[in-house]
Nanobody, 121 residues
Framework: QVQLVESGGGLVQAGGSLRLSCAAS????????MGWFRRAPGQEREFVAA????????YYSDSVKGRFTISRDNAKNTVYLQMTSLKPEDTAEYYC??????????????WGQGTQVTVSS
């Protein structure tokens, strides 16, 4: 198993940047693809970005492509989400997840508790 703890959320003005981190426990971090998802108020949780085991392959939702960058440091058991040009519609609880490569929630059995990102206009 792997336990995940997100950090780095907060309040930022539109156009600003934030970097989210997700620290994983255990020695098996490099065996998992990692994903970021988000849930906006009153909406379903949605896929944001994914990164392969080695970090060589990434994938983004259309809504964040070109603005967000996912990366990982397997030596530090940490995955990151660099968010730039933030918009009010990016306001959501952001979750990291560990599992198999994909955009569906059910491919990720392990989830963090989430970190809130609020973008003011």
């Amino acid at each position: 198993q792997v336990q995940l703890v997100e950090s780095g959320g907060g309040l930022v003005q539109a156009g600003g940047s934030l970097r989210l981190s997700c620290a994983a426990s255990g020695r098996t971090f490099s065996r998992y693809a990692m994903g970021w998802f988000r849930r906006a108020p009153g909406q379903e949780r949605e896929f944001v970005a994914a990164i392969s085991l080695s970090g060589g392959t990434t994938y983004y939702s259309d809504s964040v492509k070109g603005r967000f960058t996912i990366s990982r440091d397997n030596a530090k058991n940490t995955v990151y989400l660099q968010m730039t040009s933030l918009k009010p519609e990016d306001t959501a609880e952001y979750y990291c997840a560990a599992g198999s490569w994909g955009t569906r929630e059910d491919t990720y059995p392990y989830w963090g508790q989430g970190t809130q990102v609020t973008v003011s206009s």
